[in-house]
């Protein structure tokens, strides 16, 4: 799996104040939650641009005060005016404590109603799961080469080992539709 290393100072002024001093310097104020205590520390902002700007999932091994802590992103914030960061939570993994962490799916095969004439379409990118964080993947594979035109893949579909998959079960992940090409030729068709 993915990992990315960031190293913080810790922090010891709270408040707007303070946070709002921190990002005047170019970093970002960040929290560490989940482990034996919460680690408040700050980083420079381009540190995070390759964890935060990826779809993938990455391990995060945060180095603050001589410490480490392993840990997974869990929360962003973002300034509402300049879509600067401002704020990254982070959840420890501690090992034999269960998590709760989004995941991103990745589809494999081709769906068999794309080779007749279908058009994929991804309905959700992530799923949310719990588990323990050595059960932890970088994707869940999910295979659509039995997708029908019209057929649709759920949540309920997905099978994942030592994990409990937190979405509603009924929801859609993927469905192959008719195009447009597809359907005036069956209406041409009927027509006959």
Known sequence: MKSITI?????????????????????????????AKEINFSAPMPIFKKLVYTPNFQLVNIKVDGNSYNCI???????????ELIHVDFL????????????????TGTAKGVRAG???????KSLKVKTLPKDLKEEIEVSIKDLEINGNIRVEDVKVENMEIM????IPIASVVMTRQLRQEEAAADKK
């Open 167 to 170: 979405n509603s079960p009924r």
């Open 73 to 83: 992103m869990k929360d962003l914030q973002f300034d509402k005016v300049t879509d």
């Open 118 to 124: 279908g058009r994929f379409v991804p309905k959700i």
């Open 7 to 35: 190293e913080g100072q810790l922090r010891t002024a709270f408040g707007k104040g303070a946070t709002r001093q921190i990002r005047s310097q170019g970093s970002v104020p960040a929290v560490i939650y989940g482990g």
């Open 92 to 107: 420890e993994l501690v090992e034999g404590k269960k998590l709760i962490a989004s995941i991103p799916i990745k589809f």
